[in-house]
């Protein structure tokens, strides 16, 4: 059966995809070659494209546009959270543990959903902050789930805080650990009594979408109870790459005793209780 032509919709999204997926800012001749359009096509394409902002041009280079990532930080912050969320409150509830959900930027992560047990309710939900990856370990774990090549700017900004890199204490000895182990661990800041646990949600190796972090007080954290804290969030984190993946549908959570705090716009909204203490996340 012959294939239908493409829709000048679809040569536009064929063009937007290949340069959002490229690992380096492609030329026109590399896009119309990879989306099998001519080059004279292409180019009047990717010129309303530029005009549109879904494509930004760098002399003779393409890059994504602002447009994409605007809707990147809305889908992030809308549909990925609609997704997980279930998972979020079912872990939670298993736990007796604050979870929160976070997604990572250009050099930290930013996190973007949270459910919280009302026992917890003096520690800090950070919903909507952005981290960075030597003081919490949500970051942590997306750090060290990340291709090598792709930590820099992370890593530069934890030297610039006056974080060391190098040596048993320094932030690369962190990453190696929760590179070989799957998981991130913060045992308390700044002489708090908080602990967090996170592991990073990935599809496809070296790209993480999200992580999440399991935050409590220390002792929740004993020796005693972190295997099944780790297996519970192993759980979570591959029912929601399953989920993302598009092989498994979540299902609506009915938890009780936590208080949940969704961004739906760029403004943070905690609501519920009063907060106190700034925990890891």
């Known amino acids: 059966m012959t294939e239908a032509p493409r829709s000048a919709v679809d040569k536009a ?11 380096r800012p492609p030329r026109l001749t590399d896009l119309a070659e990879e ?14 494209l530029v005009r549109r902002g879904w494509v930004l041009r760098a002399g003779d280079r393409y890059l994504p546009g602002t447009a994409v ?20 409150a079912a872990l939670s509830e298993r736990t007796g543990l604050m979870v ?4 990572p930027e250009v050099d930290r992560s930013r996190v973007i959903d949270v459910v919280r047990p009302d026992r917890l309710a003096m520690i800090s939900s950070l919903d909507g902050q952005a981290l960075p990856v030597h003081r919490f370990a949500g970051p942590l ?22 974080h060391p890199l190098d040596g048993p204490e320094g932030l690369l000895a962190d990453v190696e650990e929760t ?30 979408v999200c992580a999440l972090t399991l935050v409590g007080l220390g002792p929740d954290f004993d020796e005693a109870r972190l295997p099944g804290l780790r297996e519970h969030l192993r759980e979570a984190t591959d029912e929601l790459a399953r989920i993302l993946s598009g092989t498994e549908t979540a299902e609506t959570p009915g ?7 969704t961004h739906t716009t760029e403004t943070t909204a905690v609501t519920g209780t009063t907060e106190t203490t700034e925990g890891p996340a």
């Open 141 to 162: 774990a997306l750090v060290a789930a990340l291709d090598p090549d792709r930590r820099g700017p992370y890593l530069r900004a934890a030297q610039e805080s006056g």
């Open 255 to 261: 938890p009780s005793g936590t208080t949940r705090t």
């Open 69 to 88: 990532l605007r809707l990147s930080s809305s889908a992030a912050r809308n549909s990925l959270g609609a997704l997980a969320g279930p998972v979020l």
């Open 179 to 208: 590179e070989r182990t799957g998981f991130a661990v913060e045992y308390g800041r700044n002489e708090q009594p908080v602990a967090s646990l996170a592991r990073a949600v990935v599809t496809r190796p070296g790209e993480p």
């Open 100 to 103: 929160n959900l976070q997604v």
């Open 13 to 23: 999204l064929d063009l937007v995809e290949a340069v959002a997926r490229a690992s």
């Open 35 to 48: 989306v099998g359009l001519h080059r004279a096509t292409a180019y009047r394409v990717l010129v309303d």
